[in-house]
């Protein structure tokens, strides 16, 4: 069965500080992989969209980045973090084609 | 997506009644509308989808309804239990880029019992 692992679970950053955060997919190949962000008690926000390896397309301007090194490996990056990138990270895998997207338990990021 | 950035609507119903969250959406290119679930702390949890060319589709306990003459979506939820308590999200799916879904506010629901 296919699984998504998502760390860390929290994270408190200062400001300035750099940011890696991992995701990877189990028991599957070629996934279609996600980034999102969710603000408290908002809506989810389409931050990054890759179709394979080192294939990321962008959805927004900001001061994150994305890269996919591996086939189910997807990490979510960013030099130097500032107050409004607080927010839930969730990482997120589909199949092509296929409208079910599986997201994994996400990351509270507070940056402070 | 539209609307992230505004705050989550709100429902409360009581045990056993029926339960209708709506969406409105905006792209007429998304070619299919999908329902999440989300508990607190955790990730989106697919419900049910429907295909832009329908406009009801039915699972367990839960009907989707699609109005595209008004852009409309709603998911109802038969004899709503505690269990579901969550915020619940619309999302459509776009193709002619690619497989990317793009989520609603939300709507957060209470179950009082």
């Known amino acids: 069965s296919q699984t998504i692992h998502q760390w860390p679970a929290t994270l408190v950053q200062p400001v300035g500080s750099p940011l890696s955060l991992e995701c990877t997919v189990e028991?599957?190949?070629?996934?279609?992989l996600y980034w999102y962000r969710q603000a408290a008690g908002r809506g989810l926000q389409l931050l990054f969209y890759s179709i394979g390896i080192d294939q990321i397309s962008s959805e927004v301007p900001q001061n994150l980045s994305a890269s996919r090194p591996q086939d189910r490996q997807f990490i979510l990056s960013s030099k130097k973090l500032l107050l409004s990138d607080s927010g839930f990270y969730l990482c997120?895998?589909?199949?092509?084609?296929?409208?079910?997207?599986?997201f994994g338990q996400g990351t509270r990021l507070t940056v402070v | 997506g539209e609307n992230v950035g505004l705050h989550l609507p709100t429902l409360s119903v009581q045990e056993g009644d029926n339960s209708i969250i709506n969406c409105a959406y905006s792209?007429?290119?998304?070619?299919?509308f999908i329902w999440y679930k989300q508990e607190s702390g955790k990730g989106p949890q697919f419900i049910i989808d429907i295909r832009s060319n329908m406009d009801k589709r039915q699972g367990q306990r839960v009907t989707v309804l699609l109005n595209k003459t008004v852009k409309h979506l709603s998911l109802q939820i038969a004899a709503t239990q505690p269990g579901d308590s969550a915020v619940y999200f619309c999302a459509e799916r776009r193709r002619q880029t690619g497989n990317q879904f793009y989520f609603g506010t939300g709507t957060s629901l209470t179950v009082i019992p």
């Open positions: 997120a895998w589909s199949n092509w084609g296929e409208t079910e997207a599986f």
């Open positions: 792209n007429s290119a998304s070619d299919y």
């Open positions: 028991g599957t190949s070629n996934p279609n």
